[in-house]
């Protein structure tokens, strides 16, 4: 019994300490967020994140061994808060003509409010292309396998026709790289009024191309 209890005390000793770690990454990464929106990637120091936690530099270090890999782990976090917001978006819908729509309503005032991937995309964030790019590449993918499982439901449901599925995969990415393409003119770029709107328009000629 005394080894057991002494298990289970082990057990816990160590669920805290993860929560503790994933709480200070956490603070970092928003602090990070906060400087980095403010001040730009190359003014922002190690120092300037570890007093804005309110924490040490060696606190800082330890969990993040350099400024880089914090920025990476910011655009990393944004990325996977816009496609939390837009699954659960999608979620709330049944049809996938419905889920289309809202699908990318959703991504872009999602995308519109993350400081730093909204910077990025804009193309005023030049720093650490390489990894940049490969998060960006990552984001892209989730955001095809999303549209492509959205259009395999059309299919399946009788709303899309059943000639696209052999080009699925292509037709998935190329409804993400088009409308990324445009949500740069609506909405990063502020050309349009009621971008919402007239991203509805869109859609919905994309959505007579490929309807019953």
């Not at 906060?34 to 040490?56: C, S, V, W």
């Not at 998935?172 to 919402?196: H, N």
Request: aromatic content about 8%.
């Amino acid at each position: 019994m005394l080894f057991l209890h002494r298990k289970t005390k082990l057990v816990e000793m160590d669920y805290k300490v993860l929560s503790k770690e994933e709480l200070l990454k956490g603070e970092a990464i928003l602090a990070a967020q906060k400087l980095f929106q403010q001040y730009g990637f190359h003014k922002t120091t190690m120092e300037d994140i570890a007093k804005a936690m309110g924490r040490g530099k060696s606190t800082l270090y330890y969990y993040y061994k350099s400024k880089d890999e914090i920025f990476n782990a910011v655009i990393t976090q944004e990325i996977a808060d816009v496609y939390k917001i837009t699954k659960k978006a999608i979620e709330k819908v049944d049809t996938a003509e419905e889920k289309l729509k809202v699908y990318f309503s959703a991504s872009l005032k999602a995308v519109k409010c993350r400081a730093i991937l909204y910077k990025i995309l804009k193309g005023e964030v030049l720093e650490n292309l390489e990894q940049i790019n490969i998060l960006i590449k990552k984001f892209n993918t989730q955001e095809v396998q999303s549209i492509k499982e959205i259009m395999m439901l059309g299919i399946e449901n009788k709303e899309f026709v059943e000639t696209l599925k052999p080009d699925i995969d292509l037709l998935a990415y190329s409804t993400v790289s088009a409308l990324r393409s445009l949500a740069v003119d609506l909405i990063i770029e502020d050309k349009f009024p009621d971008w919402d709107e007239r991203l509805n328009v869109i859609i919905s000629i994309i959505l007579k191309g490929i309807k019953n």
